[in-house]
């Protein structure tokens, strides 16, 4: 199937299980995660009307994003993965919204780049839900303590993220996920991908993060 078609498709599927789900989000985002994708593609999805995409480099975001952005004001960019500290200062110049804030130093980077007169983007806090070793994301025992540190620096932290280990049933990390961001008062959730996007929408996820099911 070509992108448009695969897009219809997946906001169907997305409708659907909003109106399946016990506690439907307001509004549910779908981000077509676009890494890999080269520009024509990335154009096709555009053409089909399609607005949130997301990106797991930042030079590679870089090389691609800054004259779409400008030819399409409404684009919302995501970064979604792993930011080094020295690429603090670009990720947030084209970036929208970072999803990927996982520890003390980063939030420390992003509130020094914000004081200089940098706009921060909207964020969201990555946990290891599954305490995965090799796992980006803050272990759940931590998170408190990074949002109480963030919120102390007056950043503008959303909501969370997570990717449940490969393998694992996804449900009981998306409820855990739920239920911390009720807990700590965040509205948003950034859960759910091609295989399971459906089931996170049912646990209220407020944005989808859907690569390979729109791009192949
Ligand atoms: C690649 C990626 C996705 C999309 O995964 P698909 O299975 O291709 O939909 C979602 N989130 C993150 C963080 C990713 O790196």
């Known amino acids: 199937m070509s992108i448009p078609e695969n897009l219809a498709d997946i906001l169907a599927r997305l409708s659907a299980a909003r109106k399946a789900a016990i506690l439907p989000a307001p509004a ?116 408190e303590a990074l949002l109480a540190h963030a919120r102390s620096l007056k950043l503008p932290v959303e909501g969370l993220m997570c990717i449940p280990p490969a393998g694992d049933d996804a449900a009981p990390h998306f409820a855990f996920l739920l239920q911390r961001a009720r807990d700590l008062g965040l509205s948003q959730l950034s859960m759910g991908m091609s295989g399971d996007f459906e089931l996170a929408i049912k646990f209220g996820a407020t944005h989808v993060r859907v690569g390979s099911a729109i791009f192949g």
């Open 28 to 143: 549910i985002h779908l981000i077509a995660i676009s890494k890999t994708v080269d520009e024509s593609g990335i154009r096709a999805a555009l053409a089909a009307g399609q607005r949130g995409f997301g990106e797991n480099r930042v030079q590679e975001a870089q090389a691609k994003f800054p004259a779409l952005k400008t030819e399409f004001p409404d684009l919302e960019l995501h970064l979604v993965g792993l930011l080094q500290s020295n690429k603090v200062k670009e990720a947030m110049s084209l970036f929208d919204v970072i999803v990927s804030l996982d520890r003390i130093k980063l939030a420390d980077a992003l509130a020094a780049e914000r004081d200089k007169g940098a706009t921060c983007p909207r964020l969201f806090i990555q946990v290891n839900t599954g305490e995965e070793e090799q796992k980006a994301g803050v272990l759940p025992a931590n998170l």
